[in-house]
């Protein structure tokens, strides 16, 4: 959903840009790490240079309609319009997305989320 077009510059490391079709967002992040839901069921989308967990507004080209036998798991997959992906990311002020970890796969350290990629790629 999010890749580097053949006819686009390459940023290194960069997953890339949103394809066309596809409406990518981050959320805000909740103290768990995964995307913040309000009561209401809303989330708060982040505008600019950011990073929270990926999203993307459903509708997508050939986009999943379900997981076999668990329709409850899928449900959960959703809020307010967004599938939930599951994955943290930053984007650059040229719109660019960056993977950084898993949002279920984080450490809390001193008030901080800490994810075994940024353990792993320090030196």
């Given at each position: 959903?999010?890749?580097?077009?053949?006819?686009?510059?390459?940023?290194?490391?960069?997953?890339?840009?949103?394809?066309?079709?596809?409406?990518?967002?981050?959320?805000?992040?909740?103290?768990?790490?995964?995307?913040?839901?309000?009561?209401?069921?809303?989330?708060?989308?982040?505008?600019?240079?950011?990073?929270?967990?990926?999203?993307?507004?459903a509708g997508w080209?050939?986009?999943?309609?379900?997981?076999?036998?668990?329709?409850?798991?899928?449900?959960?997959?959703?809020?307010?319009?967004?599938?939930?992906?599951?994955?943290?990311?930053?984007?650059?002020?040229?719109?660019?997305?960056?993977?950084?970890?898993?949002?279920?796969?984080?450490?809390?350290?001193?008030?901080?989320?800490?994810?075994?990629?940024?353990?792993?790629?320090?030196?």
């Open positions: 959903m999010i890749a580097n077009p053949a006819d686009s510059e390459v940023c290194p490391g960069a997953m890339g840009r949103p394809l066309p079709g596809v409406e990518a967002a981050l959320l805000e992040q909740g103290p768990d790490g995964r995307a913040r839901i309000a009561p209401d069921g809303s989330v708060h989308v982040l505008d600019g240079e950011a990073q929270g967990e990926l999203a993307l507004r080209p050939s986009m999943f309609r379900a997981y076999l036998n668990d329709p409850a798991r899928y449900a959960r997959a959703f809020a307010d319009g967004w599938y939930l992906s599951g994955d943290i990311a930053r984007r650059d002020a040229d719109g660019r997305y960056w993977f950084v970890g898993r949002a279920d796969d984080v450490i809390k350290s001193a008030g901080h989320l800490v994810g075994p990629f940024e353990v792993e790629s320090a030196s």
